[in-house]
C-alpha cells in the first residue's frame, strides 16, 4: 500500500469504487474515518483506477473495519 491514509467508513456509499477502502493495507498502515458531504461527495475519494488483484473485496475491507473498530472499543 502506497503511504496514504485508508478509509474505515463502512457506511459510505462510494466504498465500492474507492482505494482508500479497498486497498490492501500495509503493516504500518495509518486509517481514518472520511466522510461525504451532504451532496455526497468525498474529497478523499480515489477511484479504483487498476488492477484487482491490488485490491480487496468491499466485503474482506467490511469485515477489517469492523474487527479494528471492536478492538479500539474494548
Not at 482505494?19 to 503493516?27: D, G, H, V
Not at 484487482?52 to 469485515?63: D, G, H, K, V
Request: net charge negative.
Amino acid at each position: 500500500m502506497p503511504d496514504v491514509s485508508m478509509c474505515m467508513n463502512v457506511e459510505c456509499h462510494l466504498r465500492d469504487r474507492c482505494y482508500r477502502f479497498r486497498a490492501i493495507p500495509s503493516m504500518r498502515q495509518s486509517f481514518a474515518g472520511f466522510k461525504p458531504d451532504d451532496d455526497g461527495n468525498c474529497e478523499h475519494f480515489w477511484e479504483i483506477g487498476y488492477s484487482e488483484s491490488q485490491i480487496r473485496s468491499t466485503e474482506e475491507a467490511e469485515m477489517a473495519s469492523w474487527r479494528f473498530f471492536d478492538v479500539q472499543q474494548e
